[in-house]
């Protein structure tokens, strides 16, 4: 079985690369963020045809996420308990979807960003990550938490740490944030397959950053300890990063037994 994720950055305007990219690595389940669409605005026919199912939250042009699946989808959960909101008014945000595809539970996650430390939304960050913590810990069975977490983990996973001295993605908190999710159990399967140094699964457009190799590892597989001991492999898809209208992220892939 292989999964994969993907913030495409808009599935309106990349939905070919999206299906070529299915076709072309043989993807079982892709979790989608950033789909910056309602459920009524994804384009899903071209997806039907090639055998895939759909599961999906979006409210606005916003956030969203989706599951994408040829080998069932059953059991969607948006959301978990306690979501905080975010806001004036406050509005809870389409930032988390949960499957089972062919038995392995895969949560589909958009970590907020954070903007900057001062902001009420790196607060709002903090708080989302330990509510979906509190979720994790109830889960049981072969469980995947993916996506685009918003946090580089190591000082490895930064083409420059002097540059976010003072900056999101690198803070204490945020760390101590995913660190608890491996306390817990949980295990980050991708990165003994696609060890560093200057290994990115995220580049800024500003500045020819892709070409220039300046980017940030933000995107992870976070297995529970029985999903972990069935990953045979794992890879990044820099390519996807590279010609006209690439997302700003590549997509992450790992094989299960």
């Not at 606005?60 to 069932?72: D, F, L, M, Y």
């Not at 059991?75 to 038995?103: H, L, N």
């Not at 209208?245 to 299960?256: F, K, T």
Request: with cysteine; proline share 6%.
């Amino acid at each position: 079985m292989r999964i994969a994720t993907w913030n495409v950055n808009s599935i309106r305007s990349r939905i070919d690369r999206v299906e070529a990219f299915l076709q072309r690595h043989d993807i079982d389940v892709l979790a989608v963020q950033e789909t910056k669409a309602r459920e009524d605005q994804l384009p899903l026919m071209g997806l039907q045809v090639l055998g895939y199912d759909v599961a999906a939250a979006g409210y606005n042009q916003w956030n969203g996420v989706a599951i994408i699946s040829r080998v069932g989808i059953e059991d969607v959960q948006v959301g978990f308990p306690e979501m905080p909101v975010f806001g004036d008014p406050p509005v809870a945000e389409a930032r988390a979807i949960g499957a089972t595809c062919g038995g392995v539970r895969i949560w589909s996650l958009y970590v907020p960003n954070g903007r900057t430390p001062e902001d009420p939304h790196y607060l709002y960050k903090l708080d989302w990550l330990a509510k979906l913590r509190t979720a994790a810990q109830s889960f049981s069975g072969d469980v995947a938490l993916v996506g685009d977490w918003n946090i580089a983990p190591t000082d490895a996973d930064v083409f420059d740490i002097a540059q976010f001295a003072k900056s999101t993605h690198v803070t204490p908190p945020e760390r101590a944030a995913f660190q608890a999710l491996l306390e817990d159990g949980y295990v980050e399967v991708t990165r003994p397959h696609t060890p560093g140094p200057e290994v990115y699964t995220y580049w800024d457009y500003y500045r020819q950053r892709f070409e220039r190799n300046r980017g940030l590892r933000i995107d992870f597989v976070l297995g529970s300890p029985s999903l972990a001991s069935r990953v045979t492999g794992a890879f990044i898809d820099r390519d996807e990063r590279a010609g006209q209208g690439a997302s700003d992220h590549a997509p992450v892939v790992v094989d299960l037994r």
